[in-house]
């Protein structure tokens, strides 16, 4: 039973991961282009892109997912001695013992195969009743007020902005609809629930961490165990916050960024050097998964029979407690708040010296070819569930015309105009740039599988197949780096009509005068 709960989590694990964004990068395509061809896409879409409602599912979703990344761990954890494949004690201790086996495990089958096939195949990979209960929980969850002290703390940087004389957010501050006395009150309940849960959460914790009753090991003074787990808190929030401060850099002019801040131009250019966008996305995103697990292992409450409960609650409260689900908020909102300063602040969020180091240990990490296997996956799982290409679908002209004899040249000519700034980060540093123009995000012409690498699993052709799929990742990444109604709309310029979005088009615009602060008020 618990084998099969593991193989649907994970199943659900990759959905999450790939449906972000589809939802975010489908914003910017008119429905009425796949309204016929997948009805479900269509029905998820007209429910999230209404109103403020992205945003809220991007809160609920985070939530979710490091909720099932610790239930994963509580399935998939070792019991003391086991060693199911009679291997040698100190393999076992490694894949076993420290959790690794998991960890590859789900980040090779339910994270980066899924984000690789979802930026090239959106419309088909949320064509499901999974992503629409995922949608349909993910605002109830942010619904329920359980993660409302995160727009607290984006309403504190809007005001600094505004106090500051930002152009950007006092416009966006200006655009703020009148909110009835009950729709504010409603708001700051939950707010204040919210940070009366998160206020529990951190003394049910601590408190175990001080008794020695965490998951944290024998051995490891209490004093040690809170401030490793802090730690490891800030490191996953500084990882969810690179990805959104580097694309948001991504186009910044290099003598702009340099005069603002010499080491946040110093740990852009890191990351935008070369192919190492790339290596860095995927070294980031093991690294928070392994982090996630950690920390899951470690909020976890290890009570001996005798031993007194947490704070004297009941014996059902603390069966509660002992899940470590309260670990999942506190990583959620922890994560959560990261990325709205790294949004707010990008410049400021990239000053830190310690992503430098980060970054580093990112790039070694992905060169270490841990999880390679995983585009080898995304390829069997693609032809498996025969993932088609996006402009299939709406871009029939295109599937109509397209000439394998044409030339490289001319084929490289489509897309939209080159970006009229100034040189860019990724413009200078960057050796890949898209023939597209000065935007990341790629056609998924460019990135798909042709039917014969499908129909062969790519093995004729292994080395471009897999430098696709590292683009798709980089989109997909791409995707999921925003927060905000502010972030969405940059992204949507960026892309620009990729599928011919016609302007004015009310049914697929997002309501941004619906924001408040970049969040809305409900």
């Given at each position: 039973m618990a084998c099969i709960a593991f193989?649907?989590?994970?199943?659900?694990?990759a959905v999450m991961e790939g449906g972000q964004g589809c939802l975010v990068g489908l914003a910017g395509v008119p429905k009425s282009k796949y309204k016929r061809t997948h009805p479900l896409t269509w029905k998820i879409c007209r429910i999230v892109h209404r109103g403020g409602h992205l945003e809220r599912f991007i809160v609920g979703r985070q939530f979710l997912v490091v909720?099932?990344?610790f239930l994963m761990n509580m399935m998939g954890e070792a019991k003391t001695g086991a060693n199911p494949l009679n291997l040698p004690?100190?393999?076992?201790?490694?894949?076993?013992?420290?959790?690794?086996?998991?960890?590859?495990?789900?980040?090779?089958?339910g994270q980066l195969p899924a984000q690789v096939n979802a930026a090239v195949a959106m419309l088909d990979f949320i064509q499901n009743y999974i992503m629409l209960a995922t949608v349909y929980v993910s605002l109830a969850i942010e619904l329920s007020g359980l993660l409302h002290c995160v727009y607290l703390v984006q309403f504190l940087f809007n005001r600094l902005a505004f106090a500051s004389g930002s152009t950007e957010d006092v416009d966006t501050a200006n655009k703020q609809p009148q909110q009835t006395t009950l729709q504010m009150a409603a708001f700051w309940a939950r707010v204040l629930l919210s940070l009366i849960i998160l206020g529990f959460a951190f003394a049910v914790t601590i408190q175990a961490l001080l008794l020695g009753k965490s998951g944290m090991g024998d051995g490891v003074s209490p004093l040690l165990s809170i401030v490793m787990f802090f730690i490891m808190l800030t490191i996953v929030g500084l990882m969810e916050g690179m990805q959104i401060a580097a694309f948001a850099l991504m186009n910044t002019p290099e003598e702009e960024l340099l005069t603002k801040s010499p080491m946040a131009h110093r740990n852009a250019k890191l990351i935008l050097e070369g192919k190492n966008l790339q290596s860095f996305l995927v070294g980031r995103q093991i690294f928070?998964?392994?982090l996630m697990f950690i920390?899951?292992?470690?909020?976890?409450?290890?009570?001996?029979?005798?031993?007194e409960n947490i704070f004297?609650?009941?014996n059902g409260l603390q069966s509660f407690l002992d899940t470590g689900l309260l670990g999942a908020i506190m990583l959620t909102v922890g994560s959560l708040i990261f990325r709205v300063l790294a949004s707010s602040y990008p410049v400021m969020f990239m000053s830190n010296p310690v992503l430098f180091v980060i970054i580093k240990a990112c790039l070694l990490l992905e060169t270490t070819g841990v999880c390679s296997a995983s585009w080898l996956i995304a390829i069997a799982m693609r032809s498996l569930f025969r993932l088609k290409a996006d402009h299939m679908y709406l871009d029939a002209d295109f599937a109509e015309s397209a000439?394998?004899?044409?030339?490289?040249?001319?084929?490289?000519?489509?897309?939209?105009?080159?970006?009229?700034r100034g040189p860019s980060l990724r413009s200078r540093f960057s050796k890949q740039k898209s023939s597209r123009g000065g935007s990341v995000v790629l056609s998924s012409r460019e990135l798909c599988t042709?039917?014969?690498?499908?129909?062969?699993?790519?093995?004729?052709?292994?080395?471009d197949t897999v430098e696709r799929h590292h683009s798709s990742f980089l989109r997909n990444s791409r995707f999921s780096a925003v927060i905000s109604t502010r972030d969405i709309a940059v992204l949507m310029d960026e892309i620009g009509p990729e599928y011919g979005k016609a302007d004015g088009e009310e049914e697929d615009s997002l309501d941004e005068e619906n924001a408040y602060g970049n969040y809305q008020i409900m």
């Open positions: 193989i649907l989590l994970i199943v659900w694990l909720v099932v990344i004690k100190w393999i076992n201790d490694i894949f076993l013992g420290n959790s690794l086996a998991i960890i590859i495990t789900t980040i090779d089958v928070v998964a392994s920390v899951a292992r470690i909020a976890t409450i290890e009570l001996q029979e005798g031993d004297g609650v009941s000439d394998e004899d044409k030339p490289k040249g001319e084929e490289e000519a489509i897309g939209k105009p080159q970006m009229k042709n039917d014969k690498d499908l129909d062969s699993l790519g093995l004729d052709d292994l080395d």
